[in-house]
């Protein structure tokens, strides 16, 4: 799953704050069934793939979305996009950004590699 993000980080401001090394599984509780890889010291989630449940008439060759996951991504979307143009987002100085008046709402989710063009 792709989820678009904006950042602002700053010319040499870290990503993230270095962790404490695993030693073992005990250490991992971040999430569940993680193993500590004593080669890396890293804790390691096991790989998984889920696939949603549901009908998908809007893409029916994209197993991965159904159209109520795409519906929610569709209002997540638009409440954060909605947010931002009402300038009730805050930049990490604590200001807020500026209104965007001509923000366009997203009426459709579909990633155009999932789209036949035939």
């Known amino acids: 799953m792709t989820v678009p993000t904006c950042s602002e980080l700053k010319n040499g401001q ?6 404490t090394p695993c030693k073992s599984d005990q250490d991992c ?3 569940p069934r993680s193993t500590c890889n004593a080669t890396e010291t890293l804790c390691q989630v096991p790989s ?3 696939v949603p449940e549901g009908k998908s008439d809007q893409c029916s060759g994209n197993t991965g ?7 929610l991504f569709l209002k997540m979307h638009n409440y954060r996009r909605s947010n931002m143009a009402l ?3 805050k930049k990490e100085n604590g200001r807020f950004f500026k209104n965007a008046a001509d923000m366009e709402k997203m009426v459709r989710l579909v990633p155009t590699n999932f789209v036949d063009h035939s």
């Open 48 to 50: 998984f793939e889920t």
């Open 14 to 19: 870290l990503i993230y704050a270095a962790g």
């Open 65 to 71: 979305m159904t159209d109520s996951l795409r519906a």
């Open 29 to 31: 509780t971040t999430y």
């Open 87 to 89: 300038g009730k987002v």
